[in-house]
């Protein structure tokens, strides 16, 4: 009898130990590259080659992750934010990345930059299931959660921002001639099909030029010449920012005034339309989802304030024009707010879940409305724009924030 | 006039005469960095096994440029064109007509070795510095060629294409990268010992005498337009093979991975590894691979300045790279053997 009891005593005890050892584990889950102490999360941007301007993203990334860390962390670990230089080459990217995840050990690669490095990397980092979280491109691909579940993009694709301004115009302008300015990449030519699908079956009527260039040519206003013979009445401008520059002041030089649209990419008012001339500028539309920091009209928002505040404090003496900031400033607090969703269960796979549930979450440098959602269908955080118009020496937003969803093919 | 062939004659000087003996290690030697190369693998983590495997690949594109260069005396700042079309080879052959990576190999070794030899024919005609500017052009015109819409249909224009790395075969207990990096292993020792016999040949004969002299080499009988463009075939070729193992080892392929900075980074490897020295391929490899880590290891920002004062530091210090090294250690090791 009495040794019936001590084992029914002894078996429950197990039984109650096991329990709380269970729930123990249950609170507290790691994979590689987390702790009790750290998340280490890594990084690739291009520091040096032909991109080295985007560098500043990573920088920026960095001193946000140190900034956390001088606040106590995220839920009481310090985020390790290991970042490696890949000159913007594809095959450094794989070896970089290797080496964050082979010989670093790091819970997830986040915010690579670039298409083709991201492209180099995406089949690894699936099979191996690491996040690739939160990708620095705009190419449409990434929101594929069912052939890569483990790969998210960040912002706007260029796809669904184009599509908006085709929607725009078949509202506001049914009838428009439109000549498009494309740079010969994969950057232009996901605007150009943006537009065209956006633009569906009226696009062979209303497009009456598509015009190409080269990023290595010195100037384009040979190009405007030839749109401009044409005579189109609206001209999209799906370029980088110094072309856009030369293509606004060109038209203006020839006295030619179409109504221009004007990619998100070179919108800065520093480094595009200061250049460009502000008169030169006046009217041209765009579309937006960031706040611009040159932009005087966010000198009181709070958003801001905190944004300027970091940046004096963690990177003194950057150029403040330098939109990358706002870049990186975004981006980090959305894996931030990730990090801590995720509480205890710092695993791969809660990780990616907790990325695709994100909920109307507006990080500080994020335009008024504009809100991240994310669902296990749904790996686009960023997909509302507002258009926007030049007037005077900044952008006037005006009409609603528009949805530019864009289902990966 | 005058000046032109200055310049032509020193084009020539800076190649410095090697000979043929000293192109090589001893049989020794050679088997202790086999085995080193050989059993490594087992120890270490399969990131360090990819690198191994890209420091063989860049080895035999440096191998390639350390025959043109040091042996037949011809420059190249092309061979990242050869690259480019040796990867691209075997990237369109296994993702669009799902041929065996390992038959991709000689295709693109025979498609490269056509492009070399016929870019060789024009660049007879040029020598010295002029003959460098004109493979620059070639390799600043491939990436363009490479997103050219009607090629767009196979090469994935400048998305590039995705390639599947290859499983072990045989079911042999190995991960997908040790056993890329003994299929790697063999293809350089075969193309090692294949250019060793080719120097020693009568081919390589020519090609020094070429290098050495030109009039003089054509008064002795050689025929100095075929071997010249021979050797440029030669290169092309084995640079192509070193590309078609990059895109597999790498699984990828776009036009922005065989920019200049790839030509000039072989170029580099040569000259650090030491002109007309095979086995110096490897070390130059080595540099090209690790010495950017270590700069942006030793300073995020200022990696580049960092990368040239290395640099600097070996040309100033050892200005015949890693041969003058071992010719060095040679000597001291010899003096101890008699002492």
């Keep these: 009898m009495l040794f019936e009891r001590t084992l029914r005593t002894a078996a429950l005890a197990t039984a109650v130990a096991t329990l709380a050892c269970s729930s123990a584990l249950a609170q507290k889950k790691y994979d590689t590259g987390a702790s009790d102490t750290e998340i280490k999360i890594g990084n690739i941007m291009p520091y040096s080659g032909p991109a080295s301007a985007y560098g500043i993203i990573g920088k920026t990334e960095e001193a946000y992750f140190k900034m956390i860390n001088d606040k106590g962390g995220i839920n009481g670990r310090k985020v390790n934010f290991i970042t490696y230089d890949d000159a913007y080459s594809p095959p450094k990217a794989v070896e970089q990345v290797r080496k964050l995840v082979e010989s670093d050990e790091v819970l997830a690669v986040y915010n690579p930059l670039g298409t083709p490095s991201n492209t180099a990397i995406q089949k690894y980092l699936n099979a191996k299931k690491i996040p690739q979280l939160f990708v620095a491109t705009g190419a449409t691909k990434w929101n594929d959660p069912k052939n890569f579940p483990w790969t998210m993009g960040w912002q706007p694709s260029y796809q669904s921002e184009a599509q908006i301004y085709a929607k725009w115009l078949m509202k506001e302008k049914p009838n428009a001639k439109i000549a498009i300015l494309y740079q010969n990449d994969d950057f232009g030519k996901d605007y150009l099909k943006g537009t065209k699908d956006g633009l569906g079956a009226k696009a062979s009527s209303m497009i009456i030029m598509e015009e190409s260039y080269e990023i290595s040519e010195p100037s384009i206003d040979g190009h405007i010449v030839k749109i401009k013979a044409a005579n189109p009445d609206v001209l999209l401008i799906y370029t980088t920012p110094k072309f856009a520059a030369q293509t606004i002041k060109k038209t203006a030089e020839l006295n030619w005034k179409p109504l221009q649209i004007l990619t998100n990419v070179s919108i800065s008012v520093g480094s595009v339309m200061k250049p460009a001339g502000f008169e030169a500028s006046q009217n041209v539309l765009s579309a937006a989802y960031a706040k611009d920091s040159t932009d005087p009209q966010w000198n009181n928002d709070p958003g801001m304030k905190k944004w300027n505040e970091f940046v004096d404090k963690y990177l003194p003496g950057a150029d403040k024009t330098d939109t990358g900031m706002v870049y990186g400033y975004g981006a980090a607090s959305t894996l931030a707010k990730v990090l801590e969703m995720c509480g205890d269960d710092l695993t791969r796979a809660n990780l990616m879940k907790q990325a695709a549930s994100l909920k109307d979450f507006v990080p500080d440098t994020l335009l008024p409305g504009v809100k991240i959602n994310t669902s296990a269908t749904d790996f686009a955080p960023i997909a509302q724009l507002q258009m926007q118009r030049f007037k005077g020496e900044k952008w006037e937003l005006f009409g609603e924030i528009i949805s530019g969803d864009v289902a990966s093919e | ?339």
């Design chain 2, 1 to 339: 006039m005058s000046a032109a062939e200055e310049v032509v004659a020193e084009g020539h000087e800076a190649v410095e005469a090697v000979p043929k003996r000293a192109m090589t290690l001893g049989t020794g030697t050679s088997l202790v960095v086999l085995a080193a190369l050989l059993i490594a693998p087992v120890f270490v983590k399969n990131f360090i096994i990819f690198q191994m495997t890209m420091l063989l690949i860049y080895g035999l594109a440096v191998l390639a440029l350390n025959i043109l260069t040091g042996g037949s005396g011809q420059f190249s700042l092309g061979q990242s064109a050869f690259y480019a079309v040796g990867a691209y080879t075997t990237a369109v052959l296994m993702e669009q007509f799902n041929v065996n990576y390992a038959l991709t190999l000689p295709i693109s070794g025979v498609v490269c070795f056509a492009f070399g030899f016929l870019f060789g024919q024009p660049a007879l005609r040029l020598s010295g510095v002029y003959l460098a500017l004109a493979t620059f052009a070639l390799a600043t015109a491939m990436p363009q060629l490479l997103k050219l819409n009607f090629l767009e249909h196979w090469t994935g224009g400048v998305q590039g294409l995705v390639v599947t790395k290859p499983d072990a075969p045989f079911g042999l207990p190995m991960s997908q990268d040790m056993w890329l990096y003994y299929f790697t292993l063999v293809v350089t020792l075969a193309i090692y010992i294949f250019s060793v016999n080719l120097l020693r040949s009568r081919s390589g004969r020519a090609f020094m005498a070429i290098r050495d002299n030109e009039i003089a080499a054509s008064a002795m009988g050689v025929d100095v337009a075929l071997y010249k463009t021979l050797a440029f075939g030669v290169s092309a070729a084995i640079t192509g093979i070193a590309g078609s193992l990059g895109a597999i080892a790498v699984q990828f392929v776009a036009p922005d991975s065989y920019t200049i900075t790839l030509a000039i980074s072989l170029f580099l490897g040569m000259v650090v590894g030491g002109v007309g020295w095979l086995p110096g391929s490897i070390v130059g490899a080595a540099f090209i691979i690790f010495v950017p880590n270590i700069a942006e290891g030793i300073s995020k920002g200022l990696s580049g300045a960092v990368f040239g004062v290395l640099l600097f530091l070996v040309i100033y210090l050892v200005p015949h790279g890693a041969r003058q090294v071992a010719i060095l250690g040679q000597q001291i090791a010899g003096k101890l053997r008699k002492s």
